[in-house]
């Protein structure tokens, strides 16, 4: 079990930096997703970042067709949180200028020091935020 997801853990690593390095190279920009949904939802440039998101979504669909374990939704889990995560969530990407993968995978392959703080940022919020909804909400 271990090795298979080992396996497709690295498989989905390469692919994602591999995307990454030639949507820089070959056009010049960084596949961070919020700035995408950003341009195909208040931009002209929609066709190239909604091929992308749709990628993303497709990549997802094969893996399940093709043996892959399925997302499980949380039983009890309440709306709110979730709804108020998402919120969260946009205004934090709005804040650092940028989403975990923007910051996480192409700002500290370029070694930027603002990716750093983001991504420490992402990672702090994200360890405290578990902690809260697991012990303080009883969440399981």
């Known amino acids: 079990m271990f090795a298979s997801q080992f396996v497709y853990a690295l498989a989905g ?18 596949a961070g997703v919020s700035s995408m949904i950003i341009n195909v939802m208040f931009t002209r440039e929609r066709l190239w970042p909604a091929l ?16 892959g374990d399925a997302p499980v939704a ?11 995560a998402g919120v969260l969530v946009g205004v934090g990407t709005g804040m650092a200028r940028g989403c975990t993968s923007g910051h996480g995978v192409c700002g ?24 809260v909804v697991r012990h303080v909400f009883g969440v399981q």
């Open 52 to 67: 992308f998101l749709a990628g993303i979504v497709d990549g997802a669909a094969l893996y399940y067709l093709m043996g």
């Open 74 to 84: 949380r039983d009890n889990f309440p709306i709110w949180l979730l709804a108020f």
């Open 108 to 131: 500290l392959g370029q070694l930027s020091p603002r990716s750093l703080v983001a991504t420490l940022t992402f990672l702090s919020v994200a360890i405290v935020t578990t902690y």
């Open 13 to 30: 690593g390469v692919l994602i930096g591999s995307a990454a390095v030639l949507l820089l190279w070959l056009n010049g920009r960084i």
